[in-house]
């Protein structure tokens, strides 16, 4: 089970944050004795959920954990960091865009090598993954100089991840978002 974040989503299913978070608990609950939990401790509902595991469980985040992702550097062009993991480090680049896809890379990069997959491997495939389509997608389409960008943004957090990540990587720029 990979967590990265846990932020109150689906209100439709979930009427109210508790309820919500009460589905998390049931899903570590469910991963059996002999299962693996990577979780991103950067998040505070995870901090807490992950203490009723019953399946082992490996951290990543910004500091104090198994894993350590840092030193992101973002842009047009996509992202690179590092991943540290007692005293090992591994160089990671993506053609993807963000600071919430770091994290997520982290984590996919975590689950793999713990798996058994070779990190060198891991590496050079998330070179080639371009991302998922409408998650901060680049439509190869420059207008009136402004290059475009498609995105679901499908919640508050996300919508904000994605002005923040735009920001960043187009300082002192006007940037709109349209919705259908």
């Known amino acids: 089970l990979l967590l990265t974040g846990i932020k109150w989503d689906h209100a439709d299913v979930y009427p109210t944050e508790q309820s919500y978070l009460e589905a998390f608990k049931k899903l570590v609950l469910s991963v059996p004795t002999d299962g693996l939990i990577v979780a991103c401790i950067d998040d505070e509902n995870i901090k807490k959920i992950i203490t009723l595991a ?3 469980v490996i951290t990543y985040g910004h500091e104090k954990s198994n894993y350590i992702y840092e030193d992101i550097a973002q842009s047009k062009n996509g992202i690179e960091f590092t991943i540290e993991n ?10 993807m865009l963000g600071d919430f896809t770091a994290k997520n890379i982290c984590g996919v990069f975590i689950m793999a090598k713990e798996l058994g997959v070779e990190p ?8 080639k993954f371009k991302g998922l389509k409408r998650r901060l997608d680049k439509r190869g389409q420059t207008i009136l100089g402004a290059d475009v960008y498609d995105d679901i943004a499908h919640s508050p ?6 002005r923040t990540t735009l920001k960043n990587i187009y300082p002192g720029k006007i940037y709109a978002v349209f919705e259908p």
């Open 157 to 162: 957090t996300t919508a904000q991840a994605v």
């Open 120 to 127: 060198n491997r891991i590496i050079e495939a998330i070179k």
């Open 54 to 56: 019953k399946a082992s």
């Open 86 to 95: 007692f005293g090992e480090a591994y160089n990671i680049s993506s053609p």
